[in-house]
T-cell receptor, first 114, second 113 residues
Framework: NAGVMQNPRHLVRRRGQEARLRCSPM?????VYWYRQLPEEGLKFMVY????????ESGMPKERFSAEFPKEGPSILRIQQVVRGDSAAYFC????????????FGPGTRLTVL | GENVEQHPSTLSVQEGDSAVIKCTYS??????FPWYKQELGKGPQLIID?????GEKKDQRIAVTLNKTAKHFSLHITETQPEDSAVYFC????????????FGAGTILRVKS
């Protein structure tokens, strides 16, 4: 029973490039959450998605960041024109449905912006 | 919005001793409180959770207590082992604002053998 999968595990980008982070939820889970963890800090909520819908994006920066969870395929967190301050670990979590509080986390993608 | 504070930021205990980590939350609408363990380079792993209709929950060496009136909850680890060394995060779910989790800043637990 595969858990939450994220790829790539490590991503290096130069300033101004685009970063695409992928998340495949646990089997049977249709709810995906993205969190960001800055060095030596806690996790901060970014966005909550269901299939083809963004439910809550209150934690997303207003510019350069976007997320999607298409009908088929993984959820994608996209960061355009990356800056050094985007360097962080990005974690995806999934849950079974909206009534299920329990969120299971993936291993994360560690983004480094040079 | 919800705010979660976690103490202490670091905790060192001798192997076999108990460890206690405390969290407070601000939003009385929060009704779900998970605890996660994060090892270096890995994602957070759920170790125990509690809902607001329960005051205490135990799973082997790990227990969580919740005081809704005071808006605080605690993680108790008994008979600590070196493999318990990790960063522990508490979180609260302010359901009024969706299913997002609001995390505390984390506690670095070191178990000395």
């Amino acid at each position: 029973n595969a858990g939450v999968m994220q790829n790539p595990r490590h991503l290096v980008r130069r300033r101004g490039q685009e970063a695409r982070l992928r998340c495949s939820p646990m089997k049977g889970h249709s709810h995906v959450y993205w969190y960001r963890q800055l060095p030596e800090e806690g996790l901060k909520f970014m966005v909550y998605l269901q299939k083809e819908n963004i439910i809550d994006e209150s934690g997303m920066p207003k510019e350069r960041f976007s997320a999607e969870f298409p009908k088929e395929g993984p959820s994608i967190l996209r960061i355009q024109q990356v800056v050094r301050g985007d360097s962080a670990a990005y974690f995806c979590a999934s849950s079974w449905d909206s009534a299920a509080d329990t969120q299971y986390f993936g291993p994360g993608t560690r983004l480094t912006v040079l | 919005g919800e705010n979660v504070e976690q103490h202490p930021s670091t905790l060192s205990v001798q192997e076999g001793d108990s460890a206690v980590i405390k969290c407070t939350y601000s939003d009385s609408a929060s009704n779900y409180f998970p605890w996660y363990k994060q090892e270096l380079g890995k994602g957070p792993q759920l170790i125990i959770d509690i809902r607001s209709n329960v005051g205490e929950k135990k799973d082997q060496r790990i227990a969580v207590t919740l005081n809704k009136t005071a808006k605080h909850f605690s993680l108790h680890i008994t008979e600590t082992q070196p493999e318990d060394s990790a960063v522990y995060f508490c979180a609260a779910s302010p359901r009024a604002y969706g299913n997002k989790l609001v995390f505390g800043a984390g506690t670095i637990l070191r178990v000395k053998s």
